[in-house]
């Protein structure tokens, strides 16, 4: 049962333009979600979050958007860099739990 | 400040044998989790501790079984390996009810 997804494998997009990452989920206890950026052979890097009392979150060049009652969120990268490019991931919990579900990972390629 | 580490960063071992992989936490980080990465199941949590007390556990056999010890430090023993135990091992540390952060795992081979 997958309870986070990630339905886009891959994405790319031109330097300079916006990077839109999207993430489902299907548990409605989960109330904090992250995303994270994970190159092959390295641990994943945190890039940002979003509690479900907030529906956007900036962090410099990340945005992450929630719509609780839809069961998504997505992460917007603007502008979007070479150095970008890696496999992104959408994380989930429940408060007290720090059990974190991920999603399968989006591919996000940044074409110079 | 350091991240966390791990260690050893690559491991081969045969069928049948035991494994295991120590992972360090961010200074002032308690809670230490352990996930597994495979091509096929992506990234899956195998348990958490906080206060050398397992607080949390994956769907993980019982060949997996994990410590803390009181500086926070914890180890993740595998027994009887198997070919499919062959993946990535990521420990991340974090506050409770807060972001976790992830070392640089443990590939770990099984032949």
């Known amino acids: 049962d997958q309870q986070v997804k990630q339905n886009s494998p891959s994405l790319s997009v031109q330097e300079g333009r916006i990077s839109i990452l999207n993430c489902d989920y299907t548990?409605?206890?989960?109330?904090?979600f992250l995303w994270y950026k994970k190159y092959p052979a390295e641990g994943p890097t945190f890039l940002i979050s979003?509690?479900?009392?907030?529906d956007k979150n900036e962090d410099g060049r990340f945005t992450v958007f929630l719509n609780k009652s839809a069961k998504h969120l997505s992460l917007h990268i603007v502008p979007s860099q070479p150095g970008d490019s890696a496999v992104y991931f959408c994380a989930a919990k429940t408060f007290g739990n720090e059990k974190l579900t991920f999603g399968t990972g989006t591919r996000l390629t940044i074409i110079p | 400040k350091a991240g966390v580490t791990q260690t050893p960063r690559y491991l081969i071992k045969t069928r049948g044998q035991q494994v295991t992989l120590s992972c360090s936490p961010i200074s002032g980080h308690r809670s230490v989790s352990w996930y597994q990465q495979t091509p096929g199941q992506g990234l899956q949590f195998l348990f958490e501790?906080?206060?050398?007390?397992?607080?949390n556990k994956g769907n993980f056999p019982g060949r997996f079984s994990g410590r803390q010890f009181s500086n926070s430090r914890s180890e993740m023993n595998v027994s009887t390996l198997e070919l499919g135990d062959s993946a990535l091992y990521l420990c991340a540390s974090g506050r409770s009810n807060d972001e976790q952060f992830f070392g640089p795992g443990t590939r770990l081979t099984v032949l």
């Open positions: 501790y906080f206060s050398e007390t397992q607080r």
């Open positions: 979003i509690s479900s009392i907030k």
């Open positions: 548990n409605s206890m989960f109330d904090y």
